[in-house]
């Protein structure tokens, strides 16, 4: 349990996460200014933020997404979706194989979103947002 917990601290540090961003993906947005990208923050359950919170990595986390916002957000070729901030599908649990891996059916409702461009990030409230997705993960009650 204790090396599960320290990858998953390493894993979701702001540099780490940081850095795989700007190595891979913004290499081939880069190379790729025809093709329109659609990018999105999969709908990992409350319990998996919870655990994120316990570990002290969810200020981390949330700083990263913040970058990602503000940096793909001059991109016009870019669709940033936020699913994780669906708090009727992450925190029924029901809808989880484990702490991350949701059911079939949360993907065909991922793919109703992004044509109706709901969940679309706005960066302008964006910042607000994550604000209250960190209350509702610090107040979510591990079942």
């Given at each position: 349990?204790?090396?599960?917990?320290?990858?998953?601290?390493?894993?979701?540090?702001?540099?780490?996460?940081?850095?795989?961003?700007?190595?891979?993906?913004?290499?081939?947005?880069?190379?790729?200014?025809?093709?329109?990208?659609?990018?999105?923050?999969?709908?990992?359950?409350?319990?998996?933020?919870?655990?994120?919170?316990?570990?002290?990595?969810?200020?981390?986390?949330?700083?990263?997404?913040?970058?990602?916002?503000?940096?793909?957000?001059?991109?016009?070729?870019?669709?940033l979706y936020d699913f994780q901030l669906a708090s009727d599908i992450t925190q029924n649990l029901d809808n989880y194989k484990d702490t991350t891996h949701y059911n079939q059916e949360i993907n065909h409702w991922m793919l109703l979103q992004m044509h109706n461009?709901?969940?679309?990030?706005?960066?302008?409230?964006?910042?607000?947002?994550?604000?209250?997705?960190?209350?509702?993960?610090?107040?979510?009650?591990?079942?």
């Open positions: 349990l204790s090396l599960l917990l320290q990858h998953l601290e390493n894993t979701f540090l702001f540099s780490n996460l940081k850095r795989n961003f700007d190595i891979h993906l913004q290499t081939i947005i880069d190379q790729n200014p025809s093709i329109e990208f659609y990018i999105f923050f999969p709908p990992y359950s409350s319990l998996a933020f919870k655990l994120m919170h316990k570990q002290n990595i969810l200020d981390d986390v949330l700083l990263f997404k913040k970058y990602i916002s503000e940096h793909l957000k001059s991109y016009k070729n870019i669709h461009k709901s969940y679309l990030i706005n960066p302008d409230l964006y910042e607000k947002q994550l604000k209250i997705f960190q209350q509702k993960i610090i107040h979510f009650p591990i079942p």
